[in-house]
């Protein structure tokens, strides 16, 4: 079946430490994102990437980095920049060539605790 | 001013009781519009599209108005399963960008 892996599903880091978060798709999207959410909060855009070698920063981009070298990966970097970076992280892809009302598909999420 | 903005709730309501969101959006340059369910410390899930002539899919009904910029999402006799947060989404197509209600909280009561 097609979809979304996140990988871990549960992360745990020291801080002052950078850590890597997985994204793979393999709907053939060209679209990706990351989000993070926040206990009671709604999702906030990180980064995003519309096609590979190509990526923008969203609202709350400071202390991450992203790459997309792949059209199927998207990893994130949560650096030691980052200044509260235990959060839930979720990852999406898109394909906006299906047309305009083509929906998010997220991933299960990453669930990042640096103490 | 906020993209999207939720009542967020919580709507606790009886089994068997309809209950009706709604959601405002600011950018009337937005295109596409969804409602996303998220169960606790899981991911959002589509649960529907909504489409400018209004949507159903079962128990659950999806209306736009783009005249006063809202979405609206009705669903009839709840069930305990219904409980969760609703996310409402709008995307404005340039950036292909998604912006996000903060949810609202639904708890459906025996």
């Known amino acids: 079946d097609g979809g979304i892996t996140q990988s871990p599903k549960y992360l745990f880091r020291k801080e002052g430490q950078n850590v890597t978060l997985s994204c793979e798709q393999n709907?053939?999207?060209?679209?990706m994102y990351w989000y993070r959410q926040d206990p009671g909060q709604g999702l906030r855009l990180i980064y995003y990437?519309?096609?590979?070698?190509?990526?923008q920063k969203g609202d709350i981009a400071e202390g991450y980095s992203v790459s997309r070298e792949k059209k199927e990966s998207f990893p994130l970097t949560v650096t030691s920049a980052q200044k509260n970076p235990t959060a839930f992280y979720l990852c999406?892809?898109?394909?906006?060539?299906?047309?305009?009302?083509?929906?998010?598909?997220f991933g299960n999420g990453t669930r990042l605790t640096v103490t | 001013r906020k993209e999207v903005e939720q009542d967020p709730g919580p709507f606790n309501v009886p089994e068997g009781a309809t209950v009706a969101f709604n959601c405002t959006y600011s950018?009337?340059?937005?295109?596409?519009f969804f409602w996303y369910r998220q169960d606790c410390r899981k991911e959002p899930k589509l649960l529907m599209s909504?489409?400018?002539s209004g949507n159903e899919d079962g128990r659950f009904t999806a209306q736009l108005n783009r005249a006063s910029q809202y979405i609206s999402l009705l669903i009839r006799d709840s069930k305990l399963s219904d409980s969760a947060t609703y996310l409402c989404?709008?995307?404005?197509?340039?950036?292909?960008?998604?912006?996000f209600g903060t949810g609202t909280s639904l708890t459906v009561i025996p």
């Open positions: 999406a892809s898109s394909t906006p060539r299906q047309g305009w009302n083509s929906p998010l598909h």
């Open positions: 709907l053939n999207h060209d679209a």
């Open positions: 990437s519309q096609i590979v070698n190509d990526f």
């Open positions: 950018n009337s340059a937005s295109q596409s």
């Open positions: 909504v489409y400018s």
């Open positions: 989404v709008v995307n404005i197509n340039t950036g292909n960008q998604f912006y």
